[in-house]
């Protein structure tokens, strides 16, 4: 995966960028989405909470939705 520094594709290649691609390029830079992310993979490292519960809180707190 790119550091949060690089871009998702080519400058030459942004125009075929989707809403979707656009959210998770959003998201991927953004430091509170990052921790929220970090701290919820820890909590389930942990047993603390269960993946499944982990996506959950991350869709209800950022309004995003995981799919296969």
């Not at 990052?34 to 996506?55: F, K, M, P, Y």
Request: aromatic share 8%.
């Amino acid at each position: 995966m790119p550091s949060s520094d690089q871009p998702l594709r080519s400058k030459n290649d942004s125009s075929h960028f989707g809403r979707p691609e656009i959210a998770a390029e959003f998201l991927r830079r953004n430091q509170r989405f990052r921790n929220d992310q970090a701290s919820l993979a820890r909590r389930v490292t942990a047993g603390e909470i269960s993946a499944e519960d982990a996506h959950a809180e991350l869709a209800r707190r950022w309004g995003i939705s995981f799919r296969p």
